[in-house]
């Protein structure tokens, strides 16, 4: 019922940039919050950043001041901007959205698919 597409990821060297996207589709009523998250080998997923319906962001202490997020409320994307990457970046990331889906508004808890980032030294 509801799909999340995820796309940017990619190899780069460290100090290089890339741009995660990711694009909800299907039966939406409402998005709440957006969030990307990281799960490098081995260790659990964590929060990177989140932002919420009034565009406050929040980031993770390990990537402010260096990654970005911002949300289309008319493409009900949201997108990660990672400047300044280091190889203790690599990981894959997964973009989650909170959102209420018609018919019935409930409540519905989705994740993309994965995209691996490689950041080499």
């Known amino acids: 019922q509801v799909q999340l597409v995820e796309s940017g990821g990619g190899s780069v060297q460290a100090g290089g940039s890339l741009r995660l996207s990711c694009a909800a589709y299907g039966r939406i009523a409402r998005i709440n919050a957006m969030n990307w998250y990281h799960q490098a080998p081995g260790k659990q997923r964590e929060l990177v950043a989140g932002?919420?319906?009034?565009?406050?962001?929040n980031y993770a202490d390990s990537v402010e001041g260096r990654f970005t997020i911002s949300r289309d409320s008319t493409k009900d994307a949201v997108y990660l901007q990672m400047n300044s990457l280091k190889p203790e970046d690599t990981a894959v990331y997964y973009c989650n959205i909170l959102m209420q889906t018609f018919p019935g508004w409930e409540d519905f808890d989705a994740w993309g698919q994965g995209t691996l980032v490689t950041v080499s030294s």
């Open positions: 932002i919420n319906s009034s565009h406050s962001a």
